[in-house]
């Protein structure tokens, strides 16, 4: 090998390692913007908030459920951590207990998508109110 090639081998090995870094990189980014507050959003398509609060009250969902889903009528709390989205879906397709169920001819999938987004848009519950301690 003449002092030409040599040297040339070496440029293209440091460009082969520069761009390994570079994948890297944009690898170690792009998980660390994977929103992962809620379990199950990832799996979760993406609904439309209004139609899914508008779908909540027309469906009747907020009679047992509430208008803000804090439960406590006849059904339980469903927001602003809704169970994962497969779950969800499947639940209110065949209930196991009280609830009635709702086919995909009453709620379409994409509607469930949007009830699930309305669900998640919901402000978290109160923790602690020190003056319901005394
Ligand atoms: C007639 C009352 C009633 C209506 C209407 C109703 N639910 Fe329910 N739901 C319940 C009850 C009660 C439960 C608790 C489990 C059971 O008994 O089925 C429940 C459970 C659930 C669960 C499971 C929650 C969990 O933590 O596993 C989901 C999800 C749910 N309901 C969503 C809905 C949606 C969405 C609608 C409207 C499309 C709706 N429900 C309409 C009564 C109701």
Do not use: W
């Amino acid at each position: 090998m003449n002092r030409f090639v040599r040297h040339r081998s070496v440029r293209i090995a440091a460009a082969g390692l520069m761009i390994a870094v570079a994948l890297i990189v944009a690898r170690l980014g792009a998980e660390a913007q994977t929103p992962g507050a809620t379990p199950g959003a990832q799996t979760a398509p993406a609904g439309n908030t209004q139609n899914g609060k508008r779908i909540f009250a027309s469906y009747g969902c907020f009679q047992c459920h509430g208008r803000e889903a804090q439960g406590g009528i006849a059904g339980p709390r469903l927001g602003p951590n809704p169970v994962p989205f497969v779950a969800f879906s499947r639940y209110i397709r065949q209930p196991a207990g009280q609830m009635p169920p709702y086919t995909s001819k009453v709620v379409t999938d994409t509607e469930l998508a949007d009830i699930y987004a309305f669900l998640q848009s919901l402000p978290q519950p109160p923790k602690d109110i020190p003056l319901l301690n005394n």
